[in-house]
Nanobody, 118 residues
């Protein structure tokens, strides 16, 4: 059974930091491209960051988070991470992790809420 479970969300003041985790099971984690998406209030879901399969040598970020967020993976723990620094109110959203396989198979987590407010 495939599972992706996000954690690490919460409420934080502007300028603060959070570290999201996505613990996975039921599929060959290292063979999947992993991504973080988010969906803010009244907004469409958007891609935040992605990391290549295997060693994760390649990463990409939405312009809005470049320099503030860092995506990483630990294949030994089948876990995806995202360090989020200098958080802004506009980062408020539900954050989802997604796994995408070579043949287009996709798996999604249930999401974790991040709220940035003073």
């Amino acid at each position: 059974q495939v599972q992706l479970v996000e954690s690490g969300g919460g409420s934080v003041q502007p300028g603060g930091s959070l570290r999201l985790s996505c613990a996975t099971s039921g599929f060959s984690f290292r063979d999947y491209v992993m991504s973080w998406y988010r969906q803010g209030p009244g907004k469409e879901r958007e891609l935040v960051a992605a990391i290549s399969l295997g060693g994760g040598d390649s990463t990409s970020y939405a312009d809005s988070v470049k320099g503030r967020f860092t995506i990483s993976r630990d294949n030994s723990k089948n876990t995806l991470y995202m360090q989020m620094n200098t958080l802004k109110a506009e980062d408020t959203a539900v954050y989802y992790c997604k796994a995408r396989g070579t043949w287009g198979t996709e798996y999604w987590g249930q999401g974790t809420q991040v709220t940035v407010s003073s």
